[in-house]
């Protein structure tokens, strides 16, 4: 079997672990190499927006990764997920967006689709890869949006539970709107799946299984290339 390497990066810890213990599962060949600069995240969020310094800190990271010889890159944050795609018209090693194959996902699966966030700068860039992958698809969408206010605040502030309850009411009002799909927008919202009935459970799509999966594709494709 051959070995691959993996580069994560990441504008927080929150997911470090989630998906460390995903690749393990679906993709156990693969070595890990985690990037984690939170302080991207705050200033994205204190800026309201993704600005040059970000910019050119998200390119250095890819760089480095490059450097490493790694096979791919993830690129974990949804927040940030603009400067992947800029990214790659200058870093030769493939980046992979997390929430790419979701936002796929979601076009497949309706015409109505909500897509809930805790933040603004992650809600907006979430939408705009969707909009964009149903032009890819040459399908007509409609988005339902809900900024689940208070809860990054809560989570940040050792309150899971409360941020649970603000995400999973947000939820529902969008299952309320006669949403086809649910589009959980950040990463850190996926577990929150197992609490919904099920009918609700099975039109939710969230990004790291199905970023992970993305991953072992390409990998899967990459191995077998070179081995033939």
Known sequence: MITSRVALVHTGFVLVDVLTKLFHELAPEAELMHIVDDSLLREVLRDGEVRAPVRRRLLAYYQAAEAFKVDCILNVC?????????????????????????????????????VAATLATTLEPTCRLILR?????????????????????????????????????????????????????????????????????????????????????????RNHERES
């Open 78 to 114: 949804s927040s940030v997920g603009d400067v992947a795609d800029l990214a790659r018209q200058v870093i030769q090693t493939p980046i992979i967006r997390i929430d790419e194959a979701m936002a796929e996902d979601a076009v497949s699966r309706g015409s109505r689709i909500g």
């Open 133 to 221: 992958k149903a032009q890819e698809a040459a399908k007509a969408i409609t988005l339902e949006r809900a900024l689940c206010a208070g809860a990054f605040e809560a989570l940040t502030a050792g309150k899971p539970e409360a941020h649970d309850q603000i995400v999973l009411q947000g939820i529902r009002e969008l299952a309320a709107r006669k949403t086809d799909i649910i589009v959980l927008a950040q990463g850190s919202m996926a577990r929150l799946v197992e609490r919904m009935d099920p009918e609700l459970a099975a039109r939710t799509v969230t990004s790291p299984r199905s970023g992970v999966l993305r991953v072992r594709q390409f990998l899967q494709r």
